[in-house]
């Protein structure tokens, strides 16, 4: 499959609210909110060295995340049902506080505080949905108890159209994302020919430029949406989310090893320690025992003083007589 492909699914969202005043609009649309100082909003989107979205890695990248008002705020835009979410939203927000708070700031006394994370789901795939629902962690687990150690909760919109409609007023642009997203699906199920799915998809993005609808974006990122949403009708979809999945666990699996590296690490020096340990214990007995040595010289010094000093004595006494 054409990596580059790979790169840009769900990156029409990523590009869309990676941006701090729509990340704000769509905020305050969740939330009921008004705020408009967005350059207090930081994004904090999983980045790779040169700043490009990437997320875990090049295959498996979260879509949006800011922090704005001491929240954490993970947005994903999903085309199909995904009842992993919350599993991968823990891997999203590990790897964030991995990334922005270094080992040795636990090693503080200090408390360490880290901002409320928010796991929110934009859906609008062709699987009938709530409009609202949640997920949770605690599904995933094999086991099921009451009071679980670890919760997430993620909260599922449905943006089909004729869903949440006051959500969609309250962010124009995440209407005219689902308006759109509508639209080049239907245009590029309808034929399995890729050439005539480009044109088809590129007569709807032209439509929706003369309509208005994210008519700026649509004109700068033309080329890239074309390829993104030829995706939605191949089959490699499909078996690229496998090879998502199966990415995630070479990864995590490498990072087992890695951490089973270091621990074998840390318990060779560990004996080395051990012995250095042994070596100066070691020492420290002869040390003791050169003490003792010369603790009894100086007694023998001591009572052959005492012998001169009382012969000297008596040798006096002689003297005198």
């Known amino acids: 499959m054409n990596r580059k492909l790979r790169e840009h699914k769900a ?12 990340a704000l609009k769509l905020y305050n649309a969740v939330n009921g909110t008004h705020y408009e100082n967005y ?6 989107t999983l980045t790779d060295e040169d700043g490009n979205l990437t997320g875990i890695s090049a295959k498996m990248k979260n879509d949006v995340s800011f922090i ?11 085309s199909t049902v995904n009842r992993n979410m919350p599993l991968r939203f823990l891997l999203y927000l590990s790897e964030e506080v991995r990334r922005d708070n270094p080992g040795h700031r636990l090693l503080r006394r200090t408390v360490n505080r880290i901002p409320t994370p928010v796991f929110i789901v934009f859906y609008n795939g062709d699987e009938e949905v709530p409009e609202q629902y949640e997920m949770k962690l605690s599904d995933l687990y094999e086991k099921r108890i009451e009071d679980t150690a670890l919760e997430l909760t993620v909260r599922v919109y449905n943006i089909n ?6 959500l969609m007023k ?3 642009t995440l209407g005219q994302f689902a308006e759109f997203t509508a639209r080049a699906k239907d245009s590029v199920r309808k034929t399995k020919d890729k050439k005539e799915q480009k044109n088809k998809l590129m007569s709807v993005i032209d439509e929706c430029i003369d309509e208005g609808i994210l008519s700026e974006f649509l004109k700068r990122y033309k080329e890239e949406i074309v390829d993104d949403y030829l995706l939605f009708t191949s089959e490699d979809y499909e078996k690229a989310a496998l090879e998502d999945l199966q990415y995630m666990q070479e990864e995590l699996d490498k990072k087992d090893r890695e951490i089973d590296e270091k621990d074998k690490e840390l318990d060779r020096k560990d004996r080395e320690i051990d012995e250095k340990d042994k070596e100066l214990d070691k020492k420290d007995r002869e040390i003791d025992e050169k003490d003792k040595e010369l603790d009894k010289k100086d007694r023998e010094i001591n009572e052959k003083d005492i012998e001169i000093e009382d012969l000297k004595s008596r040798l006096s006494k002689y003297e005198t007589v």
């Open 11 to 22: 990156n029409v969202f990523a590009l869309l609210f990676n941006d701090k005043k729509e």
């Open 170 to 172: 309250a962010c124009i």
């Open 68 to 78: 704005f008002e001491n929240t954490n705020n993970f947005y994903e835009h999903q």
């Open 161 to 166: 159209k004729g869903h949440n409609k006051d």
């Open 39 to 44: 350059d207090d909003v930081e994004i904090s």
